[in-house]
């Protein structure tokens, strides 16, 4: 799924990213498949984007990041979303 179809440069939409979070990424992770992210084209992603995009997944199932591939993120990217990926594994173990 190319993020930047969906948001342009600037991934700030929460509402985009539940759109790509339901009709996406959740529909090919339960038939067992491999999730591509690509962020190639997107220069900034906010954090509630990526927590509307990931969160919800992670605290379901934390093994789900291991069936998500994240390509072309850059280093701002990156950081959010191991923020991200973090505090919601942290309230899986709460």
Known sequence: MK???STG???GDKDAAAHIRDTYL???LAR???ALLD???VE???QSFVH???AAIVRENPDSLEKIDFKHCNDAIKDIIQIVVEYA???FED
């Open 44 to 46: 900034l992603a906010t």
């Open 39 to 41: 962020f190639s084209h």
């Open 26 to 28: 959740r529909p090919t």
């Open 52 to 54: 509307a995009l990931l």
């Open 32 to 34: 067992g498949k491999t």
């Open 89 to 91: 594994q942290d309230d």
């Open 3 to 5: 993020i930047h179809a």
């Open 9 to 11: 440069n600037f991934a």
